[in-house]
């Protein structure tokens, strides 16, 4: 699995754009970069996934470097609820273990009302 | 739209009883997975089933852990003999197909504590 390099924490304050970066340069040309938060006394809960293009869903975009070394994830307008842990997983293909996600420290964000 | 189902969300067991663990998942979803997430770390992968197969149980501890995804009802996790490290929230997921491209939904856990 490729390493992840993500910051412990950050902070925001609501309504503003929080941008959440992740190191992943031992990624392969073929992994997916996903990302998944966790809110407190919840299960994971997928946000968004991408492999060189930038994505943009409901809840998120996704920045990817054009190395693929790196990629950050962007909360167009930060709200209480958005308050969690977020996980930034490099997803390999093939091999015994492609159907796990493998999760890190992940980075603790805190909204500021 | 159900979403990954896991009851129950609390389950309290005596050392040496067995835990039972039941998820169902998204409808449609034949691929599921079990993490557990001890107090105070991080969430770790057990194993990846796909109906009535075992993909990947690399995870999954040696002795007591067992897990089964029949083809009817829903995935198993099957803890026996317990003890006090067992404790830890289990987390199951689901998603459609096998590919690193698919994203995987999670139920909201069951918290086991032994006593």
């Known amino acids: ?113 | 739209n159900a979403g990954v189902m896991q009851n129950p969300r609390h389950l309290v067991r005596r050392r040496g009883q067995e835990a039972r663990l039941r998820c169902s998942p998204v409808k449609g979803h034949s691929h599921v997975y079990w993490y557990r997430q001890l107090p105070e770390e991080g969430l770790k992968f057990m194993v990846y089933l796909q109906k009535e197969n075992i993909i990947d149980e690399s995870g999954m501890p040696k002795e007591r852990f067992s897990a089964e995804f029949p083809k009817e009802g829903p995935s198993i996790l099957r803890i026996q003999q317990v003890v006090r490290g067992d404790s830890a929230a289990y987390f199951c997921a689901s998603s459609l197909g096998q590919g690193n491209n698919q994203p995987q939904h999670f139920g909201d856990g069951t918290r086991l504590s032994i006593l």
């Open chain 1, 1 to 113: 699995d490729a390493k992840t390099t993500q910051p412990n924490s950050m902070e925001s304050n609501e309504e503003e754009p929080v941008h959440l970066p992740c190191n992943h340069s031992t990624i392969s040309g073929t992994d997916y970069i996903h990302w998944y938060r966790q809110l407190p006394s919840q299960g994971p809960e997928y946000v968004i996934h991408g492999l060189t293009s930038n994505v943009n869903n409901r809840m998120a975009s996704l920045a990817i470097a054009e190395d693929r070394k790196s990629s950050t994830l962007i909360l167009h307008r930060a709200t209480l609820r958005d308050a969690a842990v977020y996980y930034c997983i490099p997803r390999q293909t093939g091999g015994t273990s492609y159907g796990k996600l493998t999760f890190g420290q992940g980075t603790i964000l805190t909204v500021h009302p």
